[in-house]
């Protein structure tokens, strides 16, 4: 069976889209190319979330970079992800992490960078930013020296 066979978002259907927060909706492919190391990024201009606290929503540009390992995000699926937490509350910080974690454990990926440029609150942006290195490995050093020389 090709890989592509499990894919089930892509397309002529009807898409469905989530209602809150769906990391369920996350599909992968085989990377045939796992031996070399190489950026995928994806940019996701028109994200939006709730504010936990008042229901408010709250906008960002989230950009996704990471290095991938031997299986790799599904566009489509990312962007029916990322749309289910529109109505999904929690602080700008949370909602970064949550993505990390959500992408690391669906792809185990060599490394992977979240960012979220959220628009002005009360006069303040928000810029939180996330990161992963597979343990044990160079990347692991990678997400660390990443992390301490990142200026946002």
């Avoid at 469905?16 to 190319?33: Q, S």
């Avoid at 699926?77 to 992408?103: A, P, Q, T, V, W």
């Avoid at 960012?115 to 660390?144: D, H, L, Q």
Wanted: net charge negative.
């Amino acid at each position: 069976m090709r890989d592509s066979e499990n894919l089930t978002l892509l397309g002529n259907k009807a898409t469905r889209y989530p209602d809150n927060y769906a990391p369920e909706v996350l599909e992968t492919f085989e990377n045939k190319h796992p031996e070399n190391d190489y950026w995928v990024r994806f940019n996701c201009p028109e994200f939006t979330s709730l504010c936990p606290i008042t229901g408010q929503p709250d906008f960002a540009e989230i950009r996704i970079m990471y290095i991938p390992g031997k299986r790799m995000v599904e566009s489509k699926s990312l962007k029916l992800y990322l749309f289910s937490f529109r109505n999904h509350g929690d602080f700008h910080e949370d909602c970064i992490n949550i993505i990390m974690k959500d992408l690391v454990a669906l792809m185990q990926p060599k490394y992977i960078e979240v960012t979220g440029f959220f628009t002005p609150r009360g006069g303040i942006s928000i810029y939180p930013y996330a990161n992963y290195g597979m343990p044990g490995t160079k990347y692991e050093k990678m997400a660390e020296e990443r992390l301490c020389h990142y200026q946002g």
